[in-house]
């Protein structure tokens, strides 16, 4: 009789109806050997992958949260590149804050403009009374690399507080979402009910309605309390990267080189260990037949050897004098090699997964020249402007906006046709000599706009415009003319011919 092995593979037996079943199994075994796709291939290379069907939100549960912030915190406190790439994202995605002008039909309106500047532009605007609204930009984007995700609450407050307008922003941690809240709701008779993912309720059709937050932060030191309260999302901004499509909650952008930096701090350790050992003049004492190991140092009774003081470490010019039968031997310290390649590759691999330049993280400019230079910082000033725009301005600076607009329709404004535009801060030019001259030749051929030059410079353009028009009234009302003015003197220095006076003719 043919084995079972046999009857699947169609070795034996009969050649009919069982070697037609047969080829199928041969056909689900070579599938299963070999894919069309590499990656998808099944085998010993391919062991250690982790295969999941898991959607954004069942990878990112709390426990797995909580686990990535707290390794996260722990290198931005103790490792020097975790902590200088969270600092340079930061500082490159708002700097000294994504400015804003308040605008009515296309047009500055100078009234609701100089409100939200007295609320935003001082501490009024803080719920803990300490930061503008640009400090708290500064905070939450620090927070959203680190923490993976901010949130931030608006508190309404009384007329009595005599603020600007009558509410504040508070900027939490996502530690504040109570993530046991996960699943269905309890269904009302006659009702279909929603669900929660991970601490945000959402409506039957998918809708987000709030947020169950915690009314102290979890690891507070001050008196905690343990439930959660219920938050409309119209009062919370959750701002994070969304790496996937129905992603509800963000992880650290330190997730994917977390074990490299873990790694490396270890390496440096013990290259510094090493280093110690090489620099230290190191002994070891032998002992005797018996197996004991008479003390070097200080005697205390020169007949009982417990009495006397061991000598386990050796400092820089010690002399020590020997007793007869003792023995000391020195070590060949152990040497330092290949340092600086290994710390190159493991900071440039931690640059990539960060999305910051290797000499902007490490402050490395040894192996810099200035196209190379030039080129990644181009490709970094590229992926903040997508962190801007794609994700700060849109969840954090427009709910900013929108509750901007609603505090003021309560103080009685009329807010028909207002907006805010944001303006982030300017990128500082590598190359002023030639990148000057090349907007100005953008402008003059249609290129570019003298409004989208002055954005990218970090400025409003109307205030720009506002500004400039002061300052050339000032001087002509003083009698002033300077070489800077375009309007009296050319590029070359000349001084240009003055207009016709008003009802002359023109020239023939």
């Known amino acids: 009789m043919p084995s079972f092995i046999d009857r699947i593979l169609g070795r034996g037996g009969k050649a ?15 599938t ?25 939100n069942g990878e990112l549960t709390p426990a797995t949260q909580m686990a990535l912030r707290g390794i996260a915190r722990d290198l931005d406190r103790n490792n020097p590149w975790a902590q200088s790439g969270a600092n340079k994202i ?12 308040v605008y009515r039909n296309g047009k500055v309106d100078d009234a609701l403009n100089e409100l939200a500047r007295k609320h935003f532009d001082t501490t009024s605007c803080d719920a803990a009374g300490r930061h503008d609204l640009y400090g708290i930009q500064l905070q939450a984007a620090r927070t959203i690399v680190v923490s993976g995700s901010v949130i931030l609450r608006r508190r309404w407050r009384r007329k009595s507080d005599r603020l600007p307008l009558p509410m504040q922003l508070q900027l939490l ?27 945000i309720q959402f409506s039957p059709l998918g809708r987000r309605e709030g947020y169950w937050l915690y009314n102290t932060h979890p690891g507070s030191t001050r008196p905690s309390d343990s439930t959660s309260t219920y938050v409309l999302d119209r009062d919370v901004a959750h701002v994070f990267r969304a790496d996937r499509p129905e992603q509800e909650h963000g992880a650290t952008w330190f997730a994917p080189v977390i074990l490299r930096m873990k790694d490396f701090g270890d390496y440096e350790d013990a290259q510094l260990t090493r280093q110690k050992i090489a620099a230290a003049f190191a002994g070891y004492v032998k002992g005797d037949e018996d197996g004991q190991f008479p003390g070097i140092g200080n005697d205390v009774d020169d007949d009982d050897p417990a009495d006397r003081e061991p000598l386990d470490f050796v400092e820089s010019g010690t002399i020590q004098y020997l007793r007869p039968g003792e023995e000391i031997t020195f070590p060949t310290p152990p040497g330092v090699d290949g340092y600086m390649d290994y710390s190159r590759v493991s900071q440039r691999a931690i640059s990539a997964g960060l999305g910051v330049p290797y000499e902007l993280l490490t402050g490395d400019l040894s192996q810099v020249s200035f196209i190379s230079g030039r080129f990644g910082r181009l490709t970094f000033n590229r992926a903040v402007s997508t962190w801007q725009w794609l994700m700060f301005i849109p969840q954090f600076c427009a709910s900013v906006e929108r509750w901007f607009l609603e505090a003021a329709e309560m103080e009685g404004h009329n807010i028909a046709g207002v907006s805010m535009r944001w303006t982030p801060p300017k990128q500082e030019m590598l190359d002023p000599a030639s990148e000057v001259p090349a907007n100005r030749d953008a402008i003059r051929s249609g290129q570019k706009t003298l409004s989208g030059v002055i954005r ?11 500004e400039m028009a002061s300052d050339a009234k000032r001087l002509d009302d003083l009698g002033l003319i300077l070489d800077c003015d375009p309007r009296r003197v050319t590029a070359v220095g000349n001084p240009t011919e003055p207009r016709p006076a008003t009802g002359e003719g023109t020239r023939k």
């Open 456 to 466: 990218e410079n970090g400025d409003d353009p109307d205030t720009f415009f506002a």
């Open 173 to 199: 941690e996502p530690d504040y979402i109570d993530g046991s809240r996960n699943g269905p709701m309890a269904a009302s008779p006659g009702m279909t009910a929603g669900y929660f993912v991970h601490g």
């Open 16 to 30: 009919g109806a069982d070697e037609n079943i047969a080829k199928p199994a041969r056909q689900r075994i070579r």
């Open 90 to 101: 930061a500082e490159h995605m708002v700097g000294t804050g994504i400015t804003f002008q």
């Open 32 to 56: 299963a050997q070999r894919a069309e796709y590499d990656g998808a291939t099944v085998g010993r290379r391919a062991a250690g992958w982790r295969r999941t069907r898991l959607d954004a």
